[in-house]
């Protein structure tokens, strides 16, 4: 068990107070810089791709983890950002100022279904965001002269600043500097005056309001913020896929961007990038899986969605704090050993209080 | 003039009358009590001055503003804080964040300051740090500093509700029934409490209370509801006296 | 264009079997959600669930029809029933997001194992009734739309003269209000709510038997869910009545958003209604608001 003691209140501020901490962050980015000479260009690819849906997953986590809003269509927001970016570059704007066009464009249709959302919270909420999605996804579909449909829109390659970043390695590098952009952005953030504003709409309005939050105005900034994160990853996704078709940004993106912060444990920015690896990664879990498993089995088209809802049903049942939660007991366990009390974190059981009446 | 004023202040809602017609005012300085019956329209009271509610008529001043004018958030500016009956914390922040959030009418703006962690906005939150601590080392908060609010014990967090209120640095503070729940040793801890909050740091107390000896112990006026109308008005041991609280309580 | 009563009123009359269809899905997700305070977004894989389970026994056992509809309404509120027991009683309490994220989790696994059982090719449903059509004087409407009004009618009737006038549906609506004031006055909310759960899943089992005629058996079927949830939220998210009121009205507007309306509004009309809704009326055409208390 190990205390810390502190001197001045900044001391209090420092992100990484000890120094195992700084040496193993230190080590995990150096590990990602050396990891695309080393790794074959498949898995150099495949965690462009993780990088992508984890700054998504920071997006959705400042809604859903941050302030409470419930989203079921994360990936509308996605859509717009990859539609908007690959539009613009389709017309001649340069790759820098499309992305931060992308931004701003998707931070607009949040503020579109934010300033409405006001009045609504919880399932409603969620309700409302799905139906966004879905016609979201629509309006691609259909919108045959600016989107091409279903057969679909091609993306160019980046270009920053005269370099052609058409290669996994660059594309590799890009992804990588704009999560950790991203992230430290969101670290101070949400230590911030605002984040905790954002908390405090989270647990209890009446609260906020009494304090002097504007609630209306907090949950609408959260949605514009979240939104366009989630349209910025858009923009890399687009990118990613090279080819965009309404399909990609289905019910399924959506569920899996929900699932990753859910699993990776609400309210924690690093839960979302522990979610976001896990579900990136189990599609291939599953078919590295697939081998060891009886035939019958893994030839089987719905082995997958199934994984998908065992491993959320197992975290929502066991370990409801997620990926998070479960980092949290392991560093308590092993920082209190062998004094660790299970009973630490054990939640108090609580009877059905009716959400209804809210 | 006095500090607060509550002027005929008529607020219904859902075929119900809350409150009728209700006048009283409160001096700079006083601890005012306001007890009633179950129902009376004590807590309304104060949702009528947090804005929650817009009374149907009358005038509410607070320094001789009519905050009835006043938008929900811009209540906390004024200088006026609050409790709640049933606690209404940050449950899954820390003591210390619930108390830095006391003080957000002070933290707006700087969002940009904050995104970069520039040299300003740290001084800003460790001056707020510093304002925070104070508040802890009046209510022995410092065992708990770093606890999630969720895991302490409920009279802890009401220290907590209270610090939160404080920490707003406010003229006016309204308690929505501070006792509810305290055992008799934290119900005196709290009695010393709000004598200090008055006499060190010149705040005006409003509380709804149920616990006599309380309010007997604290307040210098307490006013007596029922069914959203004054019943009485006096020191503590004339309301006690007046036939119609008697009845009032004891039903007729 | 001239408006052709003829074909007003065969627009209606689908739109009614459709909207039935919408609304009674949307009828088990209020009863349990009533109840347990469950979103159940597995609705839609048990009324799959259903479909699968009718096609094997009519088409690979040789059942009789009748005898099926009834053995998969009691497969499937079983299945419910189980799905209530054994997992998602064991949340009670929790927020209601981690209902709907349970709940999603078993609509995924529901789903992948009913691909893994059948495959993922879709089917016709024989029943005695399949491409029948019947005469309503010029209005033609098929057998199939028919027996989901009727069915749906029964059924709505059931439910709620089930929850209003008997001991049962007292209990019930207690449990839904407060569980453990409930329990504490000695109703057995743990078996109540399995109840509920069986009862709704044998409704999901119904809609399954119901809808597979006038489509084909497919995993796709599961997306209605979205219609009844829109259905449900234009009820006012808790009323029985509501969700079949929303269920027919979504129904209608599709129908005839389908005629009137440029092409493709059909597919998505009942979320922009849906949002239009919650934006003017947050709780719903039918909810009441309720403030929190403070």
Redesign the interface.
């Known amino acids: 068990m190990r205390f810390r003691y502190h001197t001045?209140?900044?001391d209090?501020?420092k992100l990484l107070p000890w120094t195992e901490g700084r040496v193993a962050y230190l080590l995990l980015v150096l590990a990602l810089i050396a990891a695309p000479f080393v790794l074959q260009r498949f898995w150099v690819g495949e965690l462009s791709y993780i990088f992508i849906l984890a700054i998504a997953s920071l997006g959705l986590m400042i809604l859903k983890g941050y302030t409470g809003q419930?989203s079921?269509g994360p990936a509308a927001f996605v859509a717009i950002g990859a539609y908007a970016h690959a539009l613009m570059l389709d017309a001649g704007v340069p790759f820098a100022v499309s992305l931060c066009l992308t931004l701003i464009i998707s931070g607009a249709a949040g503020l579109m279904i934010g300033l409405?959302a006001i009045?609504?919270s919880?399932?409603?909420l969620?309700?409302?965001t799905?139906?966004?999605a879905?016609?979201v996804e629509?309006?691609l579909g259909?919108w045959k002269t600016l989107t091409g449909g279903f057969s679909g829109l091609p993306v160019e390659t980046p270009v920053l600043f005269g370099f052609r970043l058409g290669t996994p390695t660059a594309f590799y590098f890009l992804c990588l500097a704009i999560l950790i952009i991203t992230l430290l952005?969101l670290v101070?953030?949400m230590?911030?005056?605002?984040g905790?504003?954002f908390?405090?709409v989270?647990?209890?309005e009446?609260?906020?309001?009494?304090?002097?939050?504007?609630?209306a105005r907090t949950r609408v900034e959260a949605f514009v913020l979240s939104s366009a994160i989630l349209g910025l990853s858009g923009a890399l996704m687009a990118h990613h896929v090279q080819h965009l078709t309404p399909e990609g940004f289905g019910l399924l993106l959506s569920?899996e961007l929900?699932l990753m912060v859910?699993i990776g444990g609400l309210?924690s920015l690093r839960g979302a990038l522990l979610g976001a690896v896990l579900i990136g990664f189990l599609p291939r879990l599953i078919s590295m899986a697939k081998p060891l498993l009886p035939a019958q089995?893994s030839a089987?088209?719905?082995?997958?969605?199934?994984?998908?809802?065992?491993?959320?049903?197992v975290f929502?049942?066991f370990e409801?704090r997620g990926l998070e939660g479960r980092w949290q007991k392991t560093k308590a366990f092993l920082t209190s050993f062998p004094v660790y009390r299970r009973d630490t974190f054990r939640r108090q059981?609580?009877?059905?209080?009716?959400?209804?009446?809210? | 003039m006095s500090l607060f004023e509550f002027d005929a202040v008529t607020l219904s809602f859902g075929g119900i009358t809350a409150i009728r017609n209700l006048s009283f005012h409160v001096e700079k300085g006083e601890i005012f009590a306001i007890i009633g019956p179950n129902g009376a329209g004590k807590t309304s009271v104060l949702n009528v001055v947090s804005r929650v509610f817009d009374p149907n008529e009358g005038q509410i001043r607070f320094d001789g503003r009519d905050i009835t004018k006043v938008p929900r958030k811009g209540v906390a500016d004024l200088g006026i804080a609050r409790t709640f009956q049933n606690l209404e914390l940050f449950e899954r922040a820390s003591v210390i964040d619930n108390l830095r959030l006391g003080r957000h009418r002070f933290e707006r703006g700087g969002t940009w300051q904050s995104l970069f962690n520039l040299p300003s906005h740290g001084r800003r939150e460790d001056e707020a740090r510093e304002a925070v601590e104070a508040i802890i080392d009046l209510l022995d908060l410092s065992p708990w500093r770093e606890a999630m609010v969720g895991s302490l014990p409920y009279g802890v967090r009401k220290v907590v509700e209270l610090g939160r209120a404080l920490a707003l640095e406010p003229k006016l503070l309204f308690l929505d029934e501070p006792a509810s729940g305290l055992n008799s040793e934290e119900t005196r801890d709290l009695s010393f409490w709000i004598e200090d909050i008055r006499r060190d740091l010149g705040i005006t107390i409003v509380m709804v209370e149920h616990d006599m000896s309380l309010v007997s112990a604290v307040a210098d006026r307490v006013l007596c509801m029922n069914l959203g109308s004054r019943l009485a008005l006096g020191t503590p041991s004339e309301v006690q006296a007046n036939a119609d609280v008697i009845a009032a309580y004891l039903g007729t | 264009m001239g408006l052709d009563p003829v074909l007003l009123a065969q627009l209606t009359l689908n739109g009614i079997a459709t909207g039935a269809i919408y609304g009674l899905v949307a009828l088990g997700l209020v009863l349990t959600y009533k109840a347990t305070e469950v979103l159940n977004f597995a609705q839609g894989d048990l009324l799959v669930a259903g479909a699968f389970i009718g096609w094997a026994l009519i088409a690979l056992g040789g059942v009789p029809y009748p005898l099926a509809a009834v053995i998969t309404v009691v497969a499937v509120g079983a299945l419910a029933c189980g799905l209530e027991a054994g997992v998602v009683r064991r949340i009670a309490g929790q927020p209601q997001f981690s209902g709907v994220m349970l709940t999603i989790a078993l609509a995924f696994m529901l789903r992948g194992l009913i691909s893994m059982v059948f495959g993922p090719d879709s089917r016709s449903l024989p029943t005695p009734f399949t491409g029948q059509t019947v005469w309503l004087g010029p209005v033609a409407i098929s057998a199939p739309s028919l027996v989901v009004i009727v069915v749906a009618g029964f059924v709505t009737l059931l439910a709620f003269g089930l929850l209003r006038a008997t001991t049962l549906g007292v209990a019930i609506q207690a449990a839904s209000q407060n569980q453990l004031a409930a329990y504490l006055s000695g109703i057995p909310v743990k078996r109540l709510n399995s109840f509920v759960w069986a009862g709704a899943g044998a409704v999901a089992g119904l809609c399954g038997l119901l809808l597979a005629p006038m489509t084909l058996v497919d995993l796709s079927l599961w997306t209605v869910l979205l219609k009844a949830l829109a259905a449900m939220v234009l009820g006012g998210f808790g009323s029985i009545p509501g969700a079949l009121v929303g269920g027919l009205l979504i129904g209608l507007i599709e129908q005839f958003s389908g005629v009137f309306m440029p092409d493709g509004i059909k597919d998505i009309v009942a979320y922009i209604v849906l949002i239009g809704v919650l934006m003017l009326r947050p709780h719903g055409l039918f909810g009441e608001a309720h403030g929190r208390r403070v």
């Open positions: 001045r209140y900044s209090a501020r419930v079921l409405p009045r609504v919880g399932l409603s969620a309700m409302m799905l139906a966004f879905v016609i629509h309006v259909r952005g101070n953030l230590r911030g005056p605002k905790r504003a908390v405090a989270r647990d209890s009446a609260a906020a309001w009494g304090l002097g939050i504007d609630v569920l929900v859910v309210g089995v089987q088209f719905g082995l997958e969605i199934f994984a998908y809802g065992l491993v959320l049903a929502v049942l409801p059981k609580t009877y059905m209080r009716s959400e209804r009446l809210k």
